[in-house]
């Protein structure tokens, strides 16, 4: 079945720390990969996306992530966070050109603490 | 634009109610979806259309209904609520199928 995976579910940095969440899909011909992230009590905002072309993708806030083919893998990176990114994101992949359907990852709370 | 609109906000039932989750979007967008998200387990789709009079179902359609009649609303139905449906649902749409979707702002329901 078709599915993505969130290999964390809460990730704790300190102010200014690197960080990266983690996020691995089933294995497909084609993939379409997304990052959303969601504020307390807010809906969902993209964050950067993954159609084709370069694999190194950068989004908003400072964001970026990484598509990797062989290991299936589409990781979130932010090389100096700040408090307001305390938020959760999902990773999020359509195996389809088609229909829009979306299969979202259990989420990661990134927890930033001063 | 008002983007995604979903009302109610908040509604709790009694288990066996029915009732309907509204979702609008004023951006001409032919893709609509709707998710729940439980803690611990992200978003799963309920049900998505990719235009009007079509729609078809995602990961747990069990328990929901939709319909598409126009481009701009996309209900949600629960046709016996049960405790299994509290949850936060979402709607969201897109102008194409790998296009950004726009979530609206949520529904919090609890089924008693």
Known sequence: AQSVTQLDSQVPVFEEAPVELRCNYSSSVSVYLFWYVQYPNQGLQLLLKYLSGSTLVKGINGFEAEFNKSQTSFHLRKPSVHISDTAEYFCAVTFSSNTGKLIFGQGTTLQVKP | ?112
């Open chain 2, 1 to 112: 634009n008002a983007g995604v609109t979903q009302t109610p906000k908040f509604q709790v039932l009694k288990t066996g109610q029915s009732m309907t989750l509204q979702c609008a979007q004023d951006m001409n967008h032919e893709y609509m979806s709707w998710y729940r998200q439980d803690p611990g387990m992200g978003l799963r789709l309920i049900h998505y259309s990719v235009g009007a009079g079509i729609t078809d179902q995602g990961e747990v359609p069990n328990g929901y209904n939709v319909s598409r009649s126009t481009t701009e609303d996309f209900p949600l139905r629960l046709l016996s609520a049960a405790p299994s449906q509290t949850s936060v649902y979402f709607c969201a749409s897109s102008f194409g199928p790998v296009d950004e979707q726009f979530f609206g702002p949520g529904t919090r329901l609890t089924v008693l």
